[in-house]
Nanobody
């Protein structure tokens, strides 16, 4: 599993961004793919996750209603559509993959593969 993120950038509050994460290795056979973020001076936090087979989704309360996670199985790609961005969304966003099944895959230790991260900066 090799994860490569793209789509980050500098935007203004209220704008949108769509992050993509491609698994450039073999077809994904794990259970879940997700997004985490790390703001300057803070730890990494869960943002969203999607179970690869069922499409069930999970969101952090801070992004619920603004962010949408999706996947394209044929393209081995997951997306994070971020709308109504706020300055507090500023962070490096990491794509991650979990191989084992977890009922609620929202913990960092559930994920074993990580991308390099893509920075998102939201100005006020």
């Amino acid at each position: 599993v090799q994860l490569v993120e793209s789509g980050g950038g500098l935007v203004q509050a209220g704008d949108s961004l769509n992050l993509a994460c491609v698994n450039s290795g073999r077809a994904f056979v794990g259970s879940t793919m997700g997004w985490f973020r790390q703001a300057p001076g803070k730890g990494r936090e869960f943002v969203a996750a999607i179970k690869w087979i069922t499409g069930n989704t999970y969101y952090a309360d801070s992004v619920k209603g603004r962010f949408t996670i999706s996947r394209d199985s044929a393209a081995n790609t997951q997306y994070l559509q971020m709308n109504a961005l706020k300055p507090e969304d500023t962070a490096v966003y990491f794509c991650a993959a979990a191989m084992a099944y977890y009922f609620t895959p929202i913990e960092e230790h559930h994920y074993v593969y990580w991308g390099q991260g893509t920075p998102v900066t939201v100005s006020s």
